[in-house]
């Protein structure tokens, strides 16, 4: 069965710095891979996907990830933090079929002044 | 992009009562819909997989008898949490699939409280 870790529950960045959050997939085929933004009490903003291609794909508000097979892994990045960047983030991959999302526990980004 | 909404966005009800929340898909049609159940500073868990004209397809472990899901047109489902206890409360987000592009669109959440 597929699954998504993130193993940071909590970071915390200085607004203006850059930003890395992990994501780690197990899946036994090729991977459709998404992060997703919630701020308190809203729905699931997409950021970015990867279905296939470049293995860089750039996303809304600045964000980027890398999709590295060897690693097992969608890292998202963004080179200098806003203070309105601080939400939670899910990284979530979907079967084949386009169907059902496994999301990870999501890492929560706190940014300080 | 595409848009979902929720309604209601937040709903207070009492124990033994029944609560509808309605997910739409306003500017596409969606044959399929999600229903997810967040609970605090947790990640989103798939309850069910809601199909229109036919019935749900529900995760292990959640009890279809008490979430009762209806799909019965292309922009519309429906969860309802029948005879709600406190241990129901929570926060429910629904999605749509948007087959040409193969992603879901999530709609802003509905937060149930049972008294």
């Known amino acids: 069965a597929q699954s998504v870790t993130q193993p940071d529950i909590h970071i915390t960045v200085s607004e203006g710095a850059s930003l890395e959050l992990r994501c780690n997939y197990s899946?036994?085929?090729?991977?459709?891979l998404f992060w997703y933004v919630q701020s308190p009490g809203q729905g699931l903003q997409l950021l970015l996907k990867?279905?296939?291609?470049?293995?860089l794909v750039q996303g809304i508000k600045g964000f980027e990830a890398e999709f590295k097979r060897s690693q097992s892994s969608f890292n998202l990045r963004k080179p200098s933090v806003h203070w309105s960047d601080a939400a939670e983030y899910f990284c979530?991959?979907?079967?084949?079929?386009?169907?059902?999302?496994?999301f990870g526990k999501g890492t929560m980004l706190l940014v300080s002044p | 992009g595409a848009v979902v909404s929720q309604h209601p966005s937040r709903v207070i009800c009492k124990s033994g009562t029944s609560v509808k929340i309605e997910c739409r898909s306003l500017?596409?049609?969606?044959?399929?819909m999600f229903w997810y159940r967040q609970f605090p500073k947790q990640s989103l868990m798939l309850m069910a997989t809601?199909?229109?004209?036919?019935?749900?397809?529900?995760e292990q472990g959640v009890e279809k008898d008490k979430f009762l899901i209806n799909h019965a047109s292309l922009t519309l489902s429906t969860l309802t949490v029948t005879s709600a206890h406190p241990e129901d409360s929570s926060f429910y987000i629904c999605?749509?699939?948007?087959?040409?592009?193969?992603?879901?669109?999530f709609g802003p959440g509905t937060r149930l409280t049972v008294t």
């Open positions: 999605s749509a699939l948007q087959r040409t592009s193969g992603e879901q669109y």
């Open positions: 899946y036994g085929a090729t991977p459709y």
């Open positions: 990867y279905f296939s291609g470049d293995t």
């Open positions: 979530a991959v979907v079967n084949s079929g386009y169907s059902t999302l496994t």
């Open positions: 500017d596409f049609q969606a044959t399929t």
């Open positions: 809601s199909n229109e004209g036919s019935k749900a397809t529900y």
